[in-house]
């Protein structure tokens, strides 16, 4: 077995929110071998799903992810920022 010839990351951002699992599951339906993510710790020092070092972007939290708790990460909405579709969304935990 060789490498994957066709990695997603952050999945298919150009019909879902990056980093969702929407975005996880097209880009798998549409023929991706595997899905590169990143992964940071929250306050407890838990692990999250997110690219950036602050939630700002692509979440309504504000400020950096180390400072939020995983439940506090669990009700952010991370689909809102890319389309009223995705409204509620949560981030991978």
Do not use: Y
């Amino acid at each position: 077995m060789g490498l994957p010839s066709r990695l997603s990351s952050p999945g298919d951002v150009t019909n879902a929110p990056e980093n969702t699992i929407p975005a996880f599951t097209i880009s798998a339906e549409t023929g991706a071998d595997g899905i590169e993510l990143d992964v940071r710790l929250t306050r407890e020092e838990k692990l999250v799903e997110f690219h950036d070092r602050c939630l700002d972007r692509t979440s309504d939290g504000k400020g950096p992810v180390n400072h939020w708790t995983q439940d506090q990460d669990r009700s952010l909405d991370a689909g809102s920022w890319f389309s009223p579709e995705f409204q509620g969304e949560r981030p991978p935990t």
